[in-house]
């Protein structure tokens, strides 16, 4: 028995010219999020990284990418598997688009990483893929900045504090 089909087309961000972009990320520690993401039926994008990391960890035969504008100059990339596999590699840089580009980031702790020193207004792509070969991964992704410190967390700011009338208990 000989069975021909066509393989599904590959999603609309297999390559990083485009990258789903992240809606703005709030500054205020709640989540941006793309929810759902696969990397079913990509392709390698054959981008070469330099700066942090200078080779492609695992088997990037399946990458897909996603773009953000950086709103703080630290930034939270978490994420949580949905279904496939749980072994994701993830790359962020902060050049354009190209065969090479710099990298900032790259883990394989497949929940993310901290992004810091970021430029305020630049745009940031986000690389995903499996480390493995031949397998696909449904990713929940979140970007997140910390939220604002507290008025008084220095102490220039401190809380004047009044004591109650004696005998009042707190």
Known sequence: TICLNTPPPPPANDNCVNAIAFPTVPTDGTCSNLLNQSTASATNSNVTPSGACTTNSGSPDDDV????????????????????????????????????????????????????????????????????????????????????????????????LTPGAPGVAC
């Open 65 to 160: 990418w996603f773009k953000f504008v950086a709103t703080a100059t630290t930034t939270y990339l978490s994420a949580t598997n949905v279904s496939g596999s749980t072994d994701v590699y993830w790359q962020v840089f902060s050049s354009a688009c190209g065969s090479t580009m710099t990298s900032i980031l790259c883990t394989d702790n497949n929940a993310g990483g901290t992004l810091s020193g970021l430029t305020i207004g630049n745009t940031y792509y986000i690389r995903l893929y499996t480390w493995g070969s031949g397998v696909s991964s449904v990713e929940n992704i979140c970007l997140y900045t910390p939220p604002p410190p507290p008025a008084n967390d220095e102490c220039v700011g401190a809380t004047t």
